[in-house]
């Protein structure tokens, strides 16, 4: 079956740092990829997508690209803010299916 | 225009207790979906609707739960006999399209506590 994982968290940073968020899948055929945020009190909001191979996403400064060689959708920002405080999720679904598969999360913490 | 909107967004409920959670997706979305996610983790799949159809169950984790979607809108996702392990938030999603790759669009939750 399908599966996302995601790297440990939770994850600190100081304001302007470099970050990055690994994410692996298992799935057969070409599912499409997700990055979900869920900030304190709010529902998950898309953050960006791919739908095939060495597609990048971005959105907001973050960015990802669906790596088909290595089963990997990692997520990264060059200079992270206080307000992308946040849980990240690594998510995928079959073009076929409907159903997302979400990894465990990460925690991210940015202080200034 | 308005989002997905879950109600109610706490629940506190006596174990043996049944509960019923609303889901009102946005307008003219066909797709919704029903998730579990318990403390700390990702949301797990539960249960999808196409219009008032139920097409997938596989991830209701008990006949104790049942879900659905009457005339195509508002779903309703009712949990029998309630237990401990039931306590998580429940989230409702829906997507403008039938098929898998596009966005889903989440509701804020409802918070279930069994006690």
């Known amino acids: 079956g399908n599966s996302v994982t995601q790297m440990e968290g939770p994850v600190t940073l100081s304001e302007e740092a470099f970050l990055t968020i690994n994410c692996t899948y298992t799935a057969t055929g070409y599912p499409s990829l997700f990055w979900y945020v869920q900030y304190p009190g709010e529902g998950l909001q898309l953050l960006l997508k791919?739908?095939?191979?060495?597609d990048k996403g971005s959105n907001k400064g973050f960015e990802a690209t669906y790596r088909k060689e290595t089963t990997s959708f990692h997520l990264e920002k060059g200079s992270v803010q206080v307000s992308d405080s946040a849980v990240y999720f690594c998510?995928?679904?079959?073009?076929?299916?409907?159903?997302?598969?979400f990894g465990e999360g990460t925690q991210l913490t940015v202080n200034p | 225009g308005a989002g997905v909107s879950q109600s109610p967004r706490y629940k506190v409920a006596k174990r043996g207790q049944d509960v019923a959670l609303r889901c009102d997706p946005i307008s003219g979305h066909v797709s919704l979906f029903w998730y579990q996610q318990a403390l700390g983790q990702g949301p797990e799949f539960l249960t999808y609707?196409?219009?008032?159809?139920?097409?997938?169950k596989s991830g209701l984790p008990s006949d104790r739960f049942f879900a659905e979607r009457p005339e195509g809108s508002v779903s309703t996702l009712k949990i029998q006999r309630t237990q401990q392990e039931d306590s998580a938030v429940y989230l409702c999603?829906?997507?403008?399209?039938?098929?898998?790759?596009?966005?889903?669009?989440f509701g804020p939750g409802t918070r279930l506590t069994v006690t």
């Open positions: 999603a829906s997507s403008p399209k039938r098929t898998g790759g596009y966005e889903q669009y």
């Open positions: 998510a995928l679904s079959q073009t076929s299916g409907s159903r997302l598969t």
């Open positions: 791919a739908t095939k191979a060495d």
């Open positions: 609707f196409q219009n008032e159809a139920q097409l997938d």
